[in-house]
Each structure stands twice: as C-alpha cells, then as structure tokens.
C-alpha cells in the first residue's frame, strides 16, 4: 500500500536485500553472494514495484531485474565498466553528444530503482553529472552550438528531480531559439506513478519545445493500472509517448512476453520504439541474449506483430554515427542494418 507524497515513497524505497526478501516471502532465498553484489551496487526498489511481484517465486521477471545475485561478480571478458564509451562522449557540465543534431544531459545519479543490468551502474556521477552551478555555463554551451535541435534528459532518472528545479531547466533551454525539442527517458513513474503529478503535467504541456517522454518498460507485467491511469494526462495533452526495452535472459525473452508486452503497450497509447541488446556492462553477463536468439526471436515478433508495433532491435555501439539495428537475414543469422537516431 502506497502512503505520503512520491518523495516520501521514494525515500521509502527497499534499501537491503533481506527486507525485499522478506516482503516477497523469499527469506529461504537469501545468500551470501548476494550481499558483495549488493555492496558492488546497492539494490533500490520502490514498494509499489515490489508489490506488482509474485510473491513466493525467485524467478519472477520483475524481481529478476533488481536482485542482487553473486553472478555480478563474475568478470567475464567483453564486459566493461564503460560499455558505450560515455565518459570519451562527455563535453562537460553533464554533457554527452554522440550524435548529430542532440545532446544527452546527465541531470542526476539518483533512479527510483537500482537495475542490475544497467549500463552506467559503473558511472561516475559525481565527476559528471550536471549541476546547478554548471547550468550557466552548460546553456552558453548550447546556445553557440547552433547544430543541436534537440536535447533529451537522462541520469540516473530525470524524473527523480524536484518540479522546481525541472521547471527552471526547462525554462532555460526554451530560451535557446534553435532548440526545438525535449525528450525525457524515464523509468520513474513506471515504479512510482504518484510521480506524475498536476505540476509536472502542465508543465511538460506548456513548453514551447516539442516535448516526448520515453518509458522503459521490459515486461507487461510492470504495465500497471496506477500506470496507465497516471499518464492518461498526459495523452490528453498529446504528449508523444514511446518505450525502449532492453533484451533479457530471464525476462523478456520469449515471443509471447513481447508480444504482450508491445500490445499491452499501445493499449495504455504507448508505441514501442526499441528493444535494446544488453549493453555489456560488466555485472550484468547474466542477462545476455545472445544475437542469434534476438534474431531469432524477432523473426517470431515480427510474424505476431503488426509493423507499428514491432520495436527496433538495435544494439548501441561506441562511436557509431547512430543506433545499429540487427535484422534476421534469410539464412537466420543476425545481420546489421541501417543506423537509427
């Protein structure tokens, strides 16, 4: 049961393993390995997220994506603590551009929950991020690069910053003429729908940017009804809303997942827009599907799914001019196939 404010919930949030443990009746399940996983990269789960899990099974898909497991620690080769090179991207005052005409603003480290596959559980936040010192010069950055139409927030989540502060980057990157759109990648309110509340509603509806919220949602079963209600409002505004996923062994790997996944999706007015290879970071090898088994998976999407529906398969590789996508070819192999923004 949910109780106070978004900020009070989120300050609520499980903090130790053996207390989600205990809440999901899997105390039995507690190990030793979890807790130097744990102390590597500390779990964070919303109790509203914790309550959409099945209690009583250790394999439920969303408690799969934060559960601290021993295998993190493994180091497997090809898994880096920097898989898309964002730390060579950044520009400074929390500025990453890999690609042409946007930039991505490190607004926060701070996420409503802890993803064990997350690619910047590595990230050093604290040398990068932007801050409101650095705000002055970050905006003077972007008003004389005269190239970039586009910004998109990131983090950690953009989401978990107060109204105020929000409002007052919004304020000033409408101010740069050139700028003409906003793109906010979260997973936010998916754990916390409260989140969504009147303030940030209107004003995400009252910039004169051309404004779009991405969700990453990776299975149906996060797409709750306190969800669906919370962005009604947002639809009502006509805000474009999209979702990327990320491909999870464990998860989301079978046809029929997705397939509900992308269907559940439009119902509540999302369109799926990418499914994302793991980025391989290191921690997170477990989750790995490998690229025969996405291709050949989508193939099984694609023959359930109308066009509008199937999201693109893409995999993010360090400086490439833009996201590659990996398409079955006729001999069932993954291929590579033209860049997306």
């Known amino acids: 049961m949910k109780t106070g404010s978004w900020q009070q919930q989120l300050a609520g949030a499980f903090s130790r393993v053996g207390d989600l443990l205990n809440y999901l009746d899997l105390e039995d399940h507690l190990e030793p390995g979890m807790a130097a996983a744990d102390n590597s990269f500390s779990i964070r789960v919303t109790h509203f997220f914790a309550s959409l899990m099945e209690k009583g099974n250790i394999h439920d898909p ?3 994506q934060v559960l601290p497991l021993s295998a993190e620690m493994e180091n497997i080769p090809g898994f880096s603590t920097d898989p898309l090179a964002d730390q060579a991207a950044h520009e400074g005052h929390g500025i990453l551009h890999k690609y042409h005409g ?5 607004t926060t480290g701070a996420c409503a929950i802890n993803c064990r596959y997350c690619f910047r559980r590595h990230f050093p936040y604290a040398d990068y991020q932007m801050t409101a010192s650095h705000w002055s010069a970050l905006l003077e950055q972007l008003r004389k690069d005269k190239t970039v139409r586009e910004v998109i927030l990131s983090g950690g989540d953009p989401l978990s910053l107060a109204n105020g502060r929000l409002h007052t980057l919004i304020q000033h ?5 050139h700028l003409r759109r906003l793109r906010i990648h979260s997973r936010l309110p998916v754990v916390l729908p409260d989140r969504l509340d009147e303030p940030l509603l209107d004003m995400l509806a009252g910039t004169r940017l051309s404004t779009s919220l991405v969700w990453h949602i990776n299975h149906p079963r996060e797409i709750s009804t306190e969800f669906t209600q919370a962005v009604l409002p947002l639809r009502h505004r006509g805000i474009p809303l999209l979702n990327q996923a990320v491909l999870l ?3 989301n790997d079978r046809v029929s997942v997705q397939t509900e996944l992308s269907e559940t999706l439009f119902e509540s007015g ?3 827009y990418y499914l994302h290879q793991l980025d391989p970071v290191q921690g997170a090898a477990h989750f790995a599907v490998n690229d025969q088994e996405a291709a050949e998976l989508y193939t099984l999407m694609q023959a359930s799914l109308p066009g509008y ?3 693109r398969l893409v995999r993010e590789i360090p400086g490439a001019p833009s996201k590659t996508a990996l398409t079955p070819s006729q001999n069932g192999q993954p291929g590579i196939d033209a860049g997306f923004p």
């Open 62 to 64: 969303l408690l799969r």
């Open 173 to 177: 990157l409408q101010d740069i003429p």
């Open 270 to 272: 999302i369109l799926p």
């Open 249 to 251: 062994k464990g998860v």
């Open 102 to 106: 946007r930039v991505l603003l490190i």
């Open 309 to 311: 529906l199937l999201p």
